[in-house]
């Protein structure tokens, strides 16, 4: 994207913090360093041009994005008879509720499992990790190996976690509620069964539920 030069911004000073005001507080308007050292942004709390170290908001911006779920939670409605505390998954939906009271539940939006890696049933949290590390089941590790594939023996805990900030296990299975470093998978099947949620929201889940929850996976 081109710099555009005064006379332009004269013209259309309105209609460009009207667009920042709505995309965001500090809107990246080049990606492009000019000095080398710098990069223009339009600052919409001041209504004015500004000239900030190169990558410094872009930097900040991707780790927004990172952590945030496109799909926004919310507190619904359930229309069930569910005890508080108890998780609700529905993988058709790829919603999960975690019941509060008076027929109410928050609702976050989830990645699920792929085609063939569907399941259901009733499990209860056994435990509880933050920023865990990832050891992939035997059986991935060979059906990644014949689709050419390697994973690593086993991946520290960090942004680069495919299991993300937080891990809820469930009951005696592989499956596990955890965080993402792909959150632009939330809202589809991509999984090998896990229930994927943003970073954000399962930090959100994960200092609300217990061990010994109820946990209920649905079609």
């Excluded at 911004?9 to 965001?24: E, Q, S």
Aim: hydrophobic content about 35%; overall charge positive.
């Amino acid at each position: 994207m081109k710099i555009f030069r005064t006379p332009f911004l004269r013209m259309v000073p309105t209609i460009l913090a009207a667009i920042a005001m709505c995309v965001a507080d500090v809107m990246l308007v080049s990606g492009t360093a000019t000095s080398g050292e710098s990069e223009l942004f339009f600052d919409a709390g001041n209504n004015r041009w500004v000239r900030r170290p190169a990558g410094e908001l872009r930097k900040k911006a991707v780790s927004a994005r990172a952590d945030s779920s496109p799909i926004p939670r919310e507190v619904v409605s359930i229309g069930e008879d569910l005890r508080p505390g108890t998780v609700l998954i529905s993988t058709g939906e790829r919603r999960l509720y975690h019941v509060l009271t008076d027929g109410r539940a928050m609702r976050y939006a989830i990645g699920v499992g792929r085609e063939g890696f569907e399941w259901s049933g009733t499990e209860r949290i056994r435990r509880k990790a933050e920023w865990p590390s990832w050891t992939p089941p035997v059986e991935m590790v060979k059906r990644e190996a014949a689709n050419g594939r390697s994973l690593p023996p086993r991946t520290e805990g960090g942004r680069d976690n495919p299991l993300g900030a937080r891990a809820i296990y469930l009951g005696d299975t592989y499956y596990r509620i955890h965080g993402t470093n792909q959150p632009w998978t939330i809202g589809h099947a991509v999984s090998s069964g896990c229930i994927r949620m943003a970073n954000e929201d399962v930090i959100h889940l994960y200092e609300s539920v217990r061990i010994g929850d109820t946990v209920i996976v649905r079609q």
